[in-house]
């Protein structure tokens, strides 16, 4: 019987010229951004410049995490204490935890099986609450319809914030991911699209929005150091209102990401190889379902999702099966949040959970595996037999 031996977790290694340019940093001894010495540009200014520039935005601020861009967009568009928010069902935990943190209540989504946000639910939640606001989480790199979702914003006067953590790079409509919404976040954390650990990005084309974002971060009056800021004008009318939440990238981080932005396009090309070797070896096998993804949708495989349709009551024997041999799936469906996986009715801080039959539904069944780029086809080919003949033991 096969056994898979590659750990589902292990990432590339830094670039050598990354690590060359970091080692440079630490020597400098400069690591704060603003840390800086007449006519330099600090690296975390240069990634904001050239971010913005791969993105096709405006404006650019790095921060710590992906889930401190979430806080800082929502309080730079507008968000305060006590507002609605809407928000699609399936996310991961940072994101209620952002708008928890802002003092945000929100109001979720449903999904369909697909995983897509449910446009009509949306509309109909978006005319009964009179939310001014929509994050939207393109959920493990599936993105919904925007014309849609634009239309119902619009009709609205709903500020749409795009949760980009899976899908920078990603397409719609030949479109970038983050530039539907009136301010977008991404993150750098370890099994994101680049790697620093712990990172994240915010953009916009909003010169208000950034400039709030810029100085919320915690710029204090150093905002003129930043590589894709708004004109001195626009800072001269929000720099008091926005508080300083210390959210800002190192220039050692940004030192290790640069290189890695410059290599991004071929490992998205890398990655969609991987995916779609997945997706061939699981379609149309039993007790397995594949998504289709729609041809307008150029998206970035690393991770890849499936419905496990097999008896009730046997996922959990069909993830022990894989684990005993080496393939790590994790269940959307489980009662009980597990490492990264949960769900948005064990989220008990945001007080009772919303009825939500079909997002339980969905995610009843979804299953997700990691992509790593450590992985090669072969290794892929490897993953989805073994899954195919789990499923296969417990579907037949």
Request: glycine share 10%.
């Amino acid at each position: 019987m096969k056994r898979f031996e590659k750990p589902f977790t292990q990432q590339e290694p830094i670039p050598e010229t990354a690590i060359n340019r970091a080692v440079d940093v630490m020597r400098s001894g400069r690591l704060h951004r603003y840390n800086i010495v007449q006519g330099e540009e600090p690296e975390v200014s240069a990634l904001e410049r050239e971010y913005a520039e791969w993105q096709g935005a405006r404006f650019c601020l790095a921060t710590t995490s992906g889930g401190t861009a979430l806080q800082i967009a929502m309080r730079a568009a507008g968000v305060r204490q006590g507002d609605l928010v809407l928000a699609n069902a399936w996310t991961l935990a940072p994101v209620p935890g952002a708008m928890h943190a802002v003092g945000a209540v929100p109001i979720f989504v449903e999904i369909g099986d697909d995983w897509l946000i449910d446009v009509s639910d949306l509309e109909q939640k978006a005319e009964r609450s009179g939310a001014r606001f929509l994050m939207l989480s393109h959920m493990r790199g599936h993105i919904g319809d925007m014309d849609a979702v634009g239309e119902i914003c619009e009709r609205h006067g709903i500020t749409l914030i795009e949760d980009c953590a899976h899908t920078m790079g990603a397409r719609w409509k030949g479109i970038r991911s983050g530039n539907f919404g009136r301010v977008s976040c991404f993150s750098t954390q370890t099994y994101k699209h680049i790697n620093s650990g712990e990172g994240g990005f915010l953009t916009t084309d909003d010169e208000e929005i950034a400039a709030r974002a810029i100085v919320g971060s915690g710029s204090y009056m150093l905002y003129r150091s930043h590589g894709a800021r708004p004109d001195d004008a626009v800072f001269d009318r929000v720099r008091l209102d926005a508080p300083n939440t210390s959210s800002r990238m190192d220039n050692l981080r940004a030192a290790i990401l640069r290189d890695q932005l410059r290599n991004i396009e071929e490992s998205i090309h890398a990655w969609n190889l991987r995916y779609r070797v997945l997706e061939d070896g699981l379609r149309g096998r039993l007790g397995l379902r594949v998504i289709e993804r729609p041809q307008h949708e150029a998206y970035v495989g690393s991770s890849f999702q499936f419905h496990a349709e097999i008896a009730d009551g046997s996922i959990p024997e069909f993830l022990s099966g894989c684990a005993a041999r080496g393939v790590e799936v994790k269940w959307f469906g489980a009662a009980e949040p597990t490492g990264f996986t949960s769900r948005f009715d064990s989220w008990r801080y945001l007080g009772e959970p919303q009825a939500l039959p079909h997002t339980l539904a969905a995610l009843s069944t979804t299953c997700d595996i990691r992509v790593p780029l450590t992985f090669t086809e072969t290794d892929c080919r490897d993953v989805a037999e073994i899954i195919v003949e789990e499923a296969g033991r417990l579907a037949a």
